[in-house]
């Protein structure tokens, strides 16, 4: 009997503490012109004020959606069905990371959980992301052209780098039309950057001194083996390079850039 009234009186309480509750935590709320992202976490979590917010901003990214439009990096890339979901989460967790304009309305904690409630205006929001895809247009074209010089001056590992800078520059909104202007005509900074950095890797080569290495068991080597990274024709300097054994091990020196002539 005892054990039954203290179970009775601990579900009254937890009735008590919800009655209690703001209204936004019984009911979520509705509205037409902002978006609204309600999170929660359990107290007895780390960190769990900063687990609620990303819960609440990614509760209003999945809200605003991937929208794909015609000329984006996601509508071009040849993907399936699967393959495209997980690059329209990756856009929505970086949406949410990326987030500007939402405020803080309420927060909540009734002992067990916390809860936390955003607000984003929808016409503050677009023109946020209007100067902001300006901004990453901006930026990655001068990512592009950086890495375009770098190429043309042979600096293929820069350019590799400069290609991935951009990449990551404009990572968050590969869903949108990213065309800049550049050269007198229009170019899709996204597939231009990705082409770039995929095709800096195209025909490249090994040449090596020797064909044959001679040695003995448990000896190494009295025939230094060099070995020059070519693409095509042009010697690449500055390109950091790894040997492995395809079977057995041994002793091997560690990763090394080639030289000034690619060696």
């Not at 990371?97 to 955003?118: I, M, P, Q, R, W």
């Not at 929001?125 to 902001?132: A, G, H, R, T």
């Amino acid at each position: 009997m005892k054990k039954l009234f203290m179970t009775i009186c601990m579900l009254a309480s937890a009735a008590a503490v919800f009655a209690q509750a703001p209204l936004w935590v019984k009911s979520r709320p509705v509205s037409d012109t902002k978006y609204i992202g309600i999170g929660m976490a359990q107290v007895s979590e780390g960190d769990y004020q900063k687990k609620a917010t990303s819960a609440a901003l990614l509760d209003i990214a999945s809200q605003i959606g991937v929208k794909l439009e015609s000329s984006s990096f996601l509508q071009m890339v040849d993907v399936d069905g699967e393959s495209k979901t997980l690059f329209e989460q990756k856009v929505n967790e970086s949406m949410a990371a990326d987030l500007e304009g939402h405020e803080l309305k309420d927060s909540y904690n009734d002992g067990t959980t916390y809860y936390v409630y955003f607000e984003l205006d929808r016409k503050k929001y677009e023109k946020l992301m209007k100067d902001k895809r300006q901004r990453g247009i901006s930026v990655g074209l001068d990512w592009y052209v950086k890495g375009r010089d770098a190429e043309a001056d042979n600096n293929f590992a820069g350019a590799a780098q400069l290609y991935a800078n951009g990449l990551k520059a404009i990572e968050p909104y590969l869903h949108l039309d990213l065309v800049a202007e550049y050269e007198g005509g229009e170019l899709n900074l996204a597939s231009a950057l990705y082409d770039a950095y995929v095709n800096i890797f195209a025909g490249m080569s090994i040449v090596q001194n020797v064909t044959e290495v001679g040695a003995e068991a448990f000896k190494p080597s009295g025939e230094p083996l060099s070995v020059c990274l070519m693409r095509q024709g042009v010697a690449l300097p500055n390109m950091l390079m790894k040997a492995s054994f395809v079977s057995g091990e041994g002793e091997l020196p560690p990763a090394t850039k080639t030289d000034s002539d690619g060696v």
